[in-house]
Nanobody
Framework: VQLQASGGGMVQDGGSLRLSCAASGRTFSKGAVGWFRQAPGKERAFVQAIRWPDHSTYTADSVKGRFTISRDSGKNTVYLYMNNLQPEDTAVYYC????????????????????WGKGTLVTVSS
């Protein structure tokens, strides 16, 4: 299984970006896909996740109201729409997937996920 994250770049304060996470090799039709980020000098942090079967989502408080996660079954791709970006959103963003059916409380835990993609860098300038 491979996960390919893309869409990162540099944007000004208040700007928007869309990240994509394309899966190949298998689908996560019964599982979940999550986005995490790691800022310089900080630990990897949960951002948002989506359960594939029912589209249910779980969102970190830090991005509520600004980020939206969605999935496209036909393209086996998950998107992270990021609006009103702030300098503190600067980080390398990673997508991760699991084929199991995690409970809601497990979605923010990196250990829940079996597969990880390489990150994509998002830089927000003030």
């Amino acid at each position: 299984v491979q996960l390919q994250a893309s869409g990162g770049g540099m944007v000004q304060d208040g700007g928007s970006l869309r990240l994509s996470c394309a899966a190949s090799g298998r689908t996560f039709s019964k599982g979940a896909v999550g986005w995490f980020r790691q800022a310089p000098g900080k630990e990897r942090a949960f951002v948002q996740a989506i359960r594939w079967p029912d589209h249910s989502t779980y969102t970190a408080d830090s991005v509520k109201g600004r980020f939206t996660i969605s999935r496209d079954s036909g393209k086996n791709t998950v998107y992270l729409y990021m609006n009103n970006l702030q300098p503190e959103d600067t980080a390398v963003y990673y997508c991760a997937g699991t084929v199991s059916r995690p409970i809601t409380s497990a979605l923010p835990n990196p250990r829940t996920y079996d597969y990880w993609g390489k990150g994509t860098l998002v830089t927000v300038s003030s």
